[in-house]
């Protein structure tokens, strides 16, 4: 496989309200209401903007996650905040060039539903929204949408495979051309340039049409983050960004080959996808400096959040009680876990470097699950160069620890560095949509050539 990629790192930003790390609400530079305080969204977003990053990416959960009630009290995890596509349509009205990326799941939606907000943001920011598709990652959703329990993996992934079809098939309701306008003639649509989906399959009925015109992006773009080898396959079907977990330089690099070495089967090609590990930087002027930043954050860690943060990456699976904090992981079995490929990578590296629990929150604390870097500005970017050089990435989403004084920081100390490296591009040039920015084409319309209309 002949692997292409852009010249340069593609670069954008997880908000995670109050920032990646479990303690982040408790930084004296941290926003401690940032769920529900739309100020601090604006500032940071234009942040972003200003330092030329392609995205800010959001995530999301349909219930608060499932904790014990001491971990709960002392987290701004998972509990209350804004939901991301009501969010991203305020914040398109303060940028201009920022992608706005947003995960909503498949496990708990409808298609319909999905199709309408994403095409509706991708007007509303004219062409610069994306769908971060996930199946659901905490098994509470079940109780919110009148289940007993959640779906199997397998099925999971399966109905997302059908639910991005229908989305995309409703996305292609209309020709770009269908709404001529033309207060002279009096021709407000053709309705030739309607067309039905009439999609029947095993998880979903949908007729159409969507009732919001084809977006200006075609398709705003597809995001995916699973790692397991269901959400490998779902990533080369459809994604065309991947947000990955890997903390080790060879574990991404082999899972960067993997990937794009599955899409030919889906008769796509491996440049038709960006592949961007998380990671989370703390970045000083020197690499003291770094180092006594994730001290102090360290020091904010409450054993009782730590532990509880490590079942939950574990799908609630590990009974840790009686555990020594000192000692080993206790025997695990990801198969139930939610993100069975993170629970993977996690212990696959707490074993080979006898990591006890408490070292292995720490390590993961920061980042919830992703990696960290710690070190001066030049040690920061030699690593992201070293991935990026090694073909083990396409760049970077950056995950700050507390937000928004981290976020000020990456873009006061190492921004200029990737800068002065050729490392990333300066500004947006004459980019107007997310997928201008990201390189990737527009996706022509399932209906183009074709005569198909509504009466067909």
Same mark, same amino acid.
């Given at each position: 496989?002949?692997?292409?990629?852009?010249?340069?790192?593609?670069?954008?930003?997880?908000?995670?309200?109050?920032?990646?790390?479990?303690?982040?609400?408790?930084?004296?530079?941290?926003?401690?209401?940032?769920?529900?305080?739309?100020?601090?969204?604006?500032?940071?977003?234009?942040?972003?903007?200003?330092?030329?990053?392609?995205?800010?990416?959001?995530?999301?959960?349909?219930?608060?996650?499932?904790?014990?009630?001491?971990?709960? %009290?002392?987290?701004?995890?998972?509990?209350?905040?804004?939901?991301?596509?009501?969010?991203?349509?305020?914040?398109?009205?303060?940028?201009?060039?920022?992608?706005?990326?947003?995960?909503?799941?498949?496990?708990?939606?409808?298609?319909?539903?999905?199709?309408?907000?994403?095409?509706?943001?991708?007007?509303?920011?004219?062409?610069?929204?994306?769908?971060?598709?996930?199946?659901?990652? %905490?098994?509470?959703?079940?109780? %919110?949408?009148?289940?007993?329990?959640?779906?199997?993996?397998?099925?999971?992934?399966?109905?997302?495979?059908?639910?991005?079809?229908?989305?995309?098939?409703?996305?292609?309701?209309?020709?770009?051309?269908?709404?001529?306008?033309?207060?002279?003639?009096?021709?407000?649509?053709?309705?030739?340039?309607?067309?039905?989906?009439?999609?029947?399959?095993?998880?979903?009925?949908?007729?159409?049409?969507?009732?919001?015109?084809?977006?200006?992006?075609?398709?705003?773009?597809?995001?995916?983050?699973?790692?397991?080898?269901?959400?490998?396959?779902?990533?080369?079907?459809?994604?065309?960004?991947?947000?990955?977990?890997?903390?080790?330089?060879?574990?991404?690099?082999?899972?960067?080959?993997?990937?794009?070495?599955?899409?030919?089967?889906?008769?796509?090609?491996?440049?038709?996808?960006?592949?961007?590990?998380?990671?989370?930087?703390?970045?000083?002027?020197?690499?003291?400096?770094?180092?006594?930043?994730?001290?102090?954050?360290?020091?904010?860690?409450?054993?009782?959040?730590?532990?509880?943060?490590?079942?939950?990456?574990?799908?609630?699976?590990?009974?840790?009680?009686?555990?020594?904090?000192?000692?080993?992981?206790?025997?695990?079995?990801?198969?139930?876990?939610?993100?069975?490929?993170?629970?993977?990578?996690?212990?696959?590296?707490?074993?080979?470097?006898?990591? #006890?629990?408490?070292? #292995?929150?720490?390590?993961?604390?920061?980042?919830?699950?992703?990696?960290?870097?710690?070190?001066?500005?030049?040690?920061?970017?030699?690593?992201?160069?070293?991935?990026?050089?090694?073909?083990?990435?396409?760049?970077?989403?950056?995950?700050?620890?507390?937000?928004?004084?981290?976020?000020?920081?990456?873009?006061?100390?190492?921004?200029?560095?990737?800068?002065?490296?050729?490392?990333?591009?300066?500004?947006?040039?004459?980019?107007?949509?997310?997928?201008? %920015?990201?390189?990737?084409?527009?996706?022509?319309?399932?209906?183009?050539?074709?005569?198909?209309?509504?009466?067909?």
């Amino acid at each position: 496989m002949a692997l292409q990629r852009p010249g340069s790192m593609h670069v954008g930003v997880f908000f995670n309200h109050t920032g990646h790390h479990v303690a982040s609400w408790r930084h004296p530079r941290a926003q401690a209401d940032a769920g529900v305080n739309i100020e601090h969204y604006v500032q940071m977003a234009q942040t972003a903007e200003r330092a030329g990053f392609d995205f800010i990416f959001f995530a999301d959960s349909a219930a608060v996650r499932e904790a014990k009630a001491e971990a709960l %009290n002392r987290s701004a995890q998972y509990t209350a905040y804004f939901e991301p596509i009501t969010l991203l349509s305020a914040l398109a009205m303060v940028t201009k060039h920022l992608g706005l990326v947003a995960t909503a799941t498949t496990s708990y939606n409808e298609p319909y539903h999905v199709a309408r907000k994403y095409a509706s943001l991708d007007w509303i920011s004219h062409g610069r929204a994306a769908w971060n598709v996930v199946t659901s990652g %905490n098994a509470a959703e079940a109780y %919110n949408f009148g289940r007993d329990a959640h779906f199997q993996h397998d099925e999971r992934y399966e109905r997302a495979h059908e639910f991005i079809e229908v989305v995309k098939g409703l996305w292609d309701s209309w020709d770009d051309d269908a709404f001529p306008r033309d207060k002279a003639t009096g021709q407000y649509l053709d309705s030739s340039k309607l067309h039905m989906l009439s999609h029947r399959g095993r998880f979903f009925n949908v007729r159409g049409p969507l009732n919001v015109p084809r977006p200006p992006q075609g398709h705003p773009v597809i995001f995916q983050a699973g790692i397991s080898e269901s959400g490998r396959e779902l990533a080369a079907a459809t994604a065309e960004g991947v947000f990955t977990s890997n903390l080790t330089i060879q574990q991404q690099r082999d899972h960067y080959v993997d990937v794009k070495g599955r899409m030919t089967k889906y008769g796509r090609a491996p440049e038709e996808m960006l592949i961007l590990p998380g990671v989370t930087a703390i970045v000083g002027r020197t690499e003291a400096e770094a180092q006594e930043k994730h001290r102090y954050l360290q020091s904010l860690i409450d054993p009782i959040v730590g532990v509880e943060f490590l079942s939950m990456l574990f799908g609630g699976t590990v009974n840790f009680a009686g555990c020594d904090p000192d000692g080993p992981l206790p025997p695990i079995d990801v198969g139930g876990a939610m993100n069975q490929g993170t629970a993977r990578n996690i212990i696959e590296v707490a074993r080979r470097e006898n990591l #006890t629990i408490r070292q #292995t929150y720490e390590r993961l604390a920061g980042s919830r699950g992703k990696l960290t870097l710690v070190g001066s500005i030049a040690q920061v970017a030699d690593t992201m160069e070293q991935w990026f050089d090694a073909w083990a990435c396409d760049g970077f989403i950056l995950q700050p620890s507390y937000l928004p004084g981290e976020l000020d920081e990456l873009v006061e100390l190492l921004v200029p560095e990737l800068l002065s490296r050729g490392l990333i591009r300066d500004g947006y040039g004459e980019a107007r949509t997310l997928r201008d %920015n990201l390189g990737l084409k527009r996706p022509p319309s399932r209906y183009a050539g074709t005569q198909a209309s509504a009466a067909d």
